[in-house]
């Protein structure tokens, strides 16, 4: 099983759900596209360049959607509307690395299951006909019959559909949270002691019992200024002493049976302005949150949430300028330079977000705001993450100094703020009928904290 799985009637039942949307979903795509069968490749692992080290290997997330499999290189899923679906899976005769353990779990009674000890016995489980492949293409697949090898328009079908949850997946995406909140507990006790980030970082992969390569993405772990690094995964091994440690922001989440969180929360070492400023955040951010609900227009709550930090910077000093004066004018955009949140689920930045049908057609984000990924309706049983920030960023700020709005700034009082690098707040919400359903507030509060 990968890593803890369980195997519980709930899970049985939740994941046979989801194995038939699945098949629902293939079999409309398959008829729309003119297509036979499907087969869904797992991938393989890939050799680091003039070396004989493979890199990590990470399973196709259409694959880890058919089933929660991540560590089984050159694997199939074959599918032939109307059939049971079959699983072809590798597992060598090796001695020079562990082989994958024998199928076993809650999720085997949905497949047929072949055992493969050679990569080319898969060939002789591939239906006749026109097939649509999805996966890393390889040579020797041309071989193996008739492919279309990820024909564009059956995967953007298939993206589409994957903004919708099934039961199974949000059980699956809790239990992530329930995972990434074990980490961001003890990832704050262990920056409040004399430690590194490095240290940190080792805290929380300890507490949520994944090593590096199980982690959904790299740890941010991020001390003082290291904070306004919107992506910083350098984690320095020096111990930074009481007297000099400021702030802390970690932006961690954790996996379970390939389903990700993505969790961000930021602390100041004393009770002082940075801190009254995170607390503000927070209230802010439970305010976004509280407003992700079928119909919301995602890039207004992107825009709203602009307006909101342009009033916390002008409440704390750092701006002249109210906060819708302050978005209008493009000037919290220095403040806050990345968009509102994105989908989550197989993959941290989920697939879909841009897309207004299953045909492809994109909706692009709101002018001055290209990095926002998510430019949907918010729609029940969609997830999505919400992670305003505020950050002091020198180099976006020394080019706000040669701007017309440079005197709409305190920079004294941005200078004062500038060694605590940024704040980021970040939650996992599940949109649905009865109101969003906040999965990592969830979480903490089962761990007898609000939020940290």
Same mark, same amino acid.
């Given at each position: ?5 369980k ?10 759900g989801h194995?038939?949307?699945m ?7 398959? *008829?729309h596209?003119? @297509? ?28 880890k ?19 049971k679906?079959v699983? $072809? ?25 072949r055992?493969?000890?050679e ?9 006749v006909g &026109?097939k ?8 020797? @697949?041309?071989?193996? %019959?008739?492919f279309?090898?990820?024909?564009? %328009?059956?995967?953007h079908? +298939? ?22 909140a074990? =980490? ?5 006790? $262990? ?33 003082n ?28 989440g ?5 389903y $990700? ?7 100041? @070492?004393?009770?002082d ?9 927070? *209230?802010?951010q ?15 709550? &992107?825009?709203?949430? &602009?307006?909101?930090?342009g ?13 819708d004066e302050?978005?209008? /004018? %493009?000037?919290?955009?220095t ?9 989550? =689920? ?14 492809g057609?994109r ?8 990095? +926002? ?7 029940s ?11 002091f960023?020198?180099?976006l700020?020394n080019k +706000?100094?040669d ?12 200078e004062?703020?500038?060694?605590? =690098? %940024? ?6 919400v599940? /949109?649905t ?20």
């Amino acid at each position: 099983m990968t890593q803890r799985q369980k195997s519980t009637p709930d899970m049985e039942e939740l994941f046979a759900g989801h194995v038939a949307v699945m098949l629902d979903r293939y079999d409309r795509a398959l *008829e729309h596209h003119k @297509f036979d069968a499907a087969v869904v490749y797992s991938g393989s692992p890939h050799m680091q360049f003039l070396d004989d080290m493979a890199y990590p290997f990470k399973a196709n997330p259409h694959f880890k959607c058919w089933a929660p499999l991540t560590q089984v290189p050159d694997s199939f899923i074959i599918y032939r509307p109307g059939e049971k679906p079959v699983l $072809a899976y590798f597992q060598p005769d090796d001695y020079w690395h562990k082989p994958p353990d024998d199928p076993a779990g809650f999720w085997t009674a949905q497949f047929d299951i072949r055992i493969l000890t050679e990569k080319d016995n898969a060939r002789t489980l591939m239906p006749v006909g &026109h097939k649509a492949f999805l996966g890393e293409w390889q040579e020797r @697949f041309s071989k193996w %019959g008739k492919f279309s090898a990820n024909p564009q %328009g059956f995967i953007h079908e +298939l993206h589409y559909q994957r903004a919708w949850k099934t039961p199974y997946e949000l059980a699956c995406m809790a239990e992530a949270s329930a995972l990434g909140a074990l =980490g961001h507990r003890a990832a704050y006790l $262990a920056f409040c002691e004399d430690t590194s980030e490095y240290d940190i970082h080792l805290a929380y992969c300890a507490a949520c019992e994944h090593t590096d390569d199980q982690l959904p993405y790299d740890n941010i772990v991020a001390l003082n200024q290291h904070a306004a690094i919107l992506h910083y995964t350098y984690r320095d091994t020096a111990v930074i002493p009481a007297p000099q440690r400021k702030s802390f922001l970690i932006d961690a989440g954790a996996s379970y049976n390939g389903y $990700a969180s993505d969790i961000t929360r930021t602390y100041s @070492f004393k009770d002082d302005a940075f801190a009254e400023l995170i607390d503000q955040m927070d *209230e802010l951010q439970q305010i976004i949150c509280d407003q992700v609900i079928p119909g919301a227009s995602y890039p207004e709550l &992107h825009l709203d949430t &602009h307006r909101a930090i342009g009033g916390l910077l002008h409440a704390a000093g750092v701006i002249t300028m109210h906060g819708d004066e302050a978005a209008e /004018a %493009g000037l919290t955009s220095t403040f806050f330079p990345h968009g509102l949140g994105h989908y989550i =689920g197989l993959q941290v930045h989920d697939v879909g977000g841009f897309m207004n049908d299953a045909g492809g057609e994109r909706i692009s984000p709101p002018q001055g705001h290209e990095f +926002l990924r998510l430019t949907r309706t918010v729609e029940s049983d969609q997830v999505m993450t919400i992670e305003p920030g505020i950050y002091f960023i020198e180099s976006l700020l020394n080019k +706000l100094k040669d701007s017309p709005l440079k005197s709409a700034v305190n920079w004294t009082q941005v200078e004062k703020f500038i060694p605590y =690098g %940024g704040i980021r707040i970040e939650d996992n919400v599940v /949109a649905t009928d009865n109101g969003p359903i906040n999965l990592t507030r969830d979480a903490f509060d089962k761990l007898g904290q609000s939020h940290s």
